[in-house]
């Protein structure tokens, strides 16, 4: 049940993102985490019950794996934030990054991003660097593929390589994209998402609800003014 997850973040005041879980059991611990957006851990050691293998998550047989695994993490260079503007050779590969992550063709990312190179406009393009790898991204477009095309601009294709979740990118991405904006006037800035629970943590605020583009649901869009 995600609601006990949702309450030990809201108890300890912590993002789900800033959040390492560990558990033995793959459904209840594993899947139950990441339903919040937790990064889970899943311990296979010392149990006394078969589960099924999965690959989709990391996986520990010993304590001391995972203090090598957190010190080898914490201990890489240090990450760089960088607007695209600030690195516009790395256009086509953030272009081929955001295509990966999202199955959006880079033809249509590269012309968000030349456009912003040029100066024809302000929505702009961020990602987070370690070393040169592009571990985390967003941009800013003017809508984000739904109904409501009054609310505008929408941060859009915020992502973050699994690897490096719990170490608060998303949220340091989201902030200067706020802060961006605001300086070129513009403001507020909205964002749809099926998350809940993260977004607010940053001080975005839910506004209405959106009918996206050939999407059965409506989902979630929010506000930061």
Not at 101 to 114: F, I, R
Not at 178 to 198: C, K, M, N, W
């Amino acid at each position: 049940n995600p609601r006990i997850f949702r309450l030990a973040l809201e108890k300890a005041d912590l993002a789900p993102e800033d959040v390492w879980y560990i558990g033995d059991n793959y459904r209840w611990d594993v899947e139950g985490s990441r339903s919040v957006g937790l990064f889970p851990v899943w311990y296979k050691g010392d149990v006394d019950y078969e589960q099924d293998d999965h690959d989709d998550v990391l996986t520990i047989f010993r304590w001391d794996e995972l203090r090598k695994i957190i010190e080898e993490n914490f201990s890489m260079n240090e990450l760089q934030y960088k607007t695209l503007r600030e690195i516009p050779e790395r256009k086509d590969d953030a272009a081929q990054w955001f295509h990966e992550k999202w199955g959006v063709p880079a033809e249509a990312y590269l012309e968000c991003m030349d456009a912003y190179l040029s100066g024809e406009t302000e929505y702009g393009w961020d990602v987070c660097l370690d070393g040169d790898t592009i571990v985390g991204g967003l941009g800013v477009i003017e809508n984000d593929f739904h109904d409501r095309k009054d609310l505008t601009p929408n941060v859009c294709a915020v992502y973050t390589e699994e690897g490096y979740r719990g170490r608060g990118i998303a949220g340091k991405l989201l902030d200067l994209v706020v802060e961006d904006q605001r300086a070129h006037g513009i403001s507020p800035v909205y964002l749809v998402t099926d998350h809940t629970g993260f977004y607010e943590r940053y001080g975005w605020e839910f506004h209405c609800m959106a009918q996206g583009d050939d999407e059965p649901e409506m989902t979630r869009l929010y506000i930061h003014r």
